[in-house]
């Protein structure tokens, strides 16, 4: 199913939670999130504990000044960046020894999901914790429209961490729209660094438009050096200072996104910039350029820089008190390597929504572990807000789930339904089996513990199943906002 490092404990079905502060697959659903639940897929077991460890798990512990016990948060992005792209999960010519490293150090998930097959629609399923289609700005695939957005008004993870006391900062890509009505400083972030478009030229910094796009705040910031080396040193920067209270950053790289321009690639740059000069709409996406070795560089690129965040943290002494979480937007692009999942970035295939993730938090979860519970973005917002301290507003209910419950209190699962939805397109993942209809129309069903590849057609062989997995996605489907005619 995938590579898996061999100091790892191997994923196990079923049992029960294995070590004092194991990440076991069991989801706790609390009050808040009640409306979503899910069905195991095997719970993940630390190297070497005791069965009764759990009975000392230690409880979670409000704040309490600088000494804290709520954790900071890093969440890395990663952009276009392939399911089996990691070393750690199968890619037998990328080399990632430090995500491959920070997922030895916690847990490493094997059927984890973007909440969305592209850039924009995910960012908002995981800064809001809901399905893309229930915001108007959501309904964009992504979004290009410079009048479309996420709503300022709308509460974000940002904003409800912010109001329990978290300084929140988003340094990279925002991808959620444009100024003067969006920006990262209008939902929440109390810092904001980067750039506000899907694409850029790393170096130029020119968009999709042609136009210039990196700011601090709202005000345009002039620097022409790689795009990746001028994050890293500002998360490098972010993480290092003296913080008086907890902090929450978004550091959403754009590596290895197209036009796959790697550290150094100064000529290639110039021939697209002048591309977009001459008004060339589609120089960024670069369709005669990029190769499989130029998206490995940018990939071990991308290792390295997270390499450097982790270690500027631990310079820091926040290491044991910070919670890491890496994962990508959505599946891959033309030379990412998916094996052995089909489709790719916009698709609801395997291949366009599983995702590489990996979580660490030295304080409270045990390393070397490996998770095939099935989780999304959602799922991500929903365990960050409970971990410290927020509530969800209940005027916007969350559609994802706390793994809270599981990571440090050891709950029983709950079942639920994955959902997703893109136009032409449609998935529901409920346990092993999925419910997929692509373009052509025809509804399939596979069953992903034995077809990772969505393959073998199920559905002749299993109608009722079929039909209570259609209707189900038909149900949470007529509670979201309507694609506008035409689009």
Known sequence: MTSRDPQ???????????SRRAFTTAVGATAATAAAGIQTAAPAAASGAAADDTTRER?????????????NILFILGDDLGWADLSSYGAPHIRTPHLDGLGRQGVRF???YSGSATCSPTRFSLYTG?????????????????????????????????GVGYSTALIGKWHCGYLPDHSPTRSGYDEFFGNFGGALEYYSKLGLGGE??????????????????ILTERASEYVQRDHAKPWLLNLNFTTPHWPWIADGDTEASAGIVRRIKAGDGRALRNADGGSVEKYTEMVEDLDRSVGEVLKALKRSGQEEDTLVFFASDNGGERFSYNWP??????????????IP?????????????????????????????????????????????SLAGHLL???????????????????????????????????????????????????????????????????????????????
């Open 357 to 401: 993730s990996v979580l660490r938090w030295p304080a409270r979860i045990d390393g070397h572990q490996v998770s095939g519970l099935p989780v999304f973005s959602p799922d991500w917002t929903a365990t960050l807000l409970e971990i410290g301290g927020a509530r969800p507003d209940p005027a916007h209910p969350l559609d994802g789930v």
């Open 130 to 162: 809901r399905y893309p289609g229930r915001t108007k700005g959501g309904l964009a695939e992504p979004i290009a429209d410079r009048t479309a957005g996420l709503d300022p008004t709308h509460p974000t993870l940002a904003s409800l961490l912010r």
């Open 59 to 71: 409880p979670f512990r409000a704040a309490r000044g600088k000494h804290s016990r709520r954790p």
């Open 409 to 487: 209190r050891g709950e029983a699962p709950k079942e639920r339904d994955l959902f997703w939805r893109v136009r032409g397109e449609r998935a529901l993942r409920r346990g092993d089996w999925k419910y997929y209809r692509g373009k052509g129309g025809t509804d399939q069903l596979f069953n992903l513990a034995e077809d990772q590849r969505e393959q073998a057609d199920r559905a002749a062989a299993e109608p009722e199943r079929l039909a209570g997995m259609r209707a189900a996605w038909e149900r949470t489907d007529s509670g979201l906002l309507p694609y506008p005619p035409g689009s």
């Open 341 to 354: 999942l089909s489709g790719n970035k916009g698709s609801l295939q395997e291949g366009g929504i599983r």
């Open 8 to 18: 790892e404990s191997p994923v196990r079905r079923p049992g029960p939670p294995l």
């Open 110 to 112: 094997t059927d984890s």
């Open 212 to 229: 210039y796009d990196l700011y601090e705040g709202d005000a345009e910031y002039k620097d022409l050096r790689y795009y990746t080396r």
